[in-house]
């Protein structure tokens, strides 16, 4: 009898066995896959606060041959400028990764880690200008990455148009500073001018992506606090 009650029981439990264990890996293997998100995240910005880059396109370089020295004022005054861009960079890296983690859709995803990687150059091209205008980057850079990160995924959890309607308006913002960058840097500081100039031709084409991929226009208050962080963040990082 007993051995007739196995036999019935076993092809119910069977299908039953395989299936639990199969819940049970999975939920470890999404806890895994969790734990690794988060290490790469961290590796990922501790490599942009302290890492060395390396741009996978040449630094731009002036097309006109000038050898009028800069004074001192101005090469101070460059190498100001050319950390607060790099402070730009730093976040534009944080932004970009949270945005990536923060969307479920792949595509978006994609994106979002192909124009951090396009930041790259911005990242390697200013840190090789300020070491050559004996400046430095900002001791901030650490919390300047955190709170970019930190709105990323707020803007993130907004969803992938109002994301995307970020990006723009961070882009657009950026190639306003860069062009008032244009403006102050002294006429004959062709190397930093050129550097600007194709960063800011860049910041225009990741806006105009970022448009065509369904970002949607933000509304006039977000704008205006967007405004408020960069001129706190700009003004700290242009002394510190
Ligand atoms: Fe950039
Ligand atoms: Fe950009």
Redo the contacts with the bound molecule.
């Keep these: 009898m007993a051995s007739d009650n196995t036999a019935t029981l076993t092809p119910l439990l069977d299908p039953l066995l395989p299936t639990s264990t199969a819940v049970a890996t999975a939920a470890h293997a999404t806890r895994l896959s969790e734990v690794d998100r988060v290490i790469a995240a961290i590796d990922e910005a501790m490599r942009t606060v302290w890492g060395q880059h390396s741009a996978t396109r040449p630094c731009p370089q002036p097309d006109v041959v000038d050898t009028t020295p800069l004074s001192a004022e101005q090469q101070r005054e460059a190498a100001a400028l050319m950390r607060v861009n790099h402070v730009g960079e730093v976040c534009?890296q944080a932004l970009y990764a949270s945005q990536a983690w923060g969307t479920r859709d792949p595509q978006l995803k994609a994106h979002f880690e192909a124009?951090a990687r396009e930041?790259t150059d911005h990242l390697a091209w200013t840190e090789q200008r300020l070491r050559e205008l004996g400046g430095r980057t900002s001791l901030l850079n650490p919390l300047w990455y955190a709170g970019a990160f930190g709105i990323g995924l707020l803007a993130a959890r907004a969803g992938d148009a109002v994301s995307l309607g970020f990006v723009v308006e961070t882009?657009r913002q950026?190639e306003a500073h860069l062009n008032s960058h244009l403006d102050q840097l002294a006429p004959h500081d062709h190397a930093s001018r050129a550097i600007v100039a194709v960063m800011r031709d860049?910041?225009v084409a990741?806006a105009n992506a970022a448009q065509e991929a369904g970002g949607v226009p933000l509304p006039a208050p977000v704008r205006g606090l967007m405004k408020l962080a960069a001129k706190v963040m700009t003004f700290t990082a242009h002394r510190i």
Aim: glycine share 0%; aromatic share 0%.
């Design positions: 534009a124009a930041e882009e950026v860049d910041e990741h």
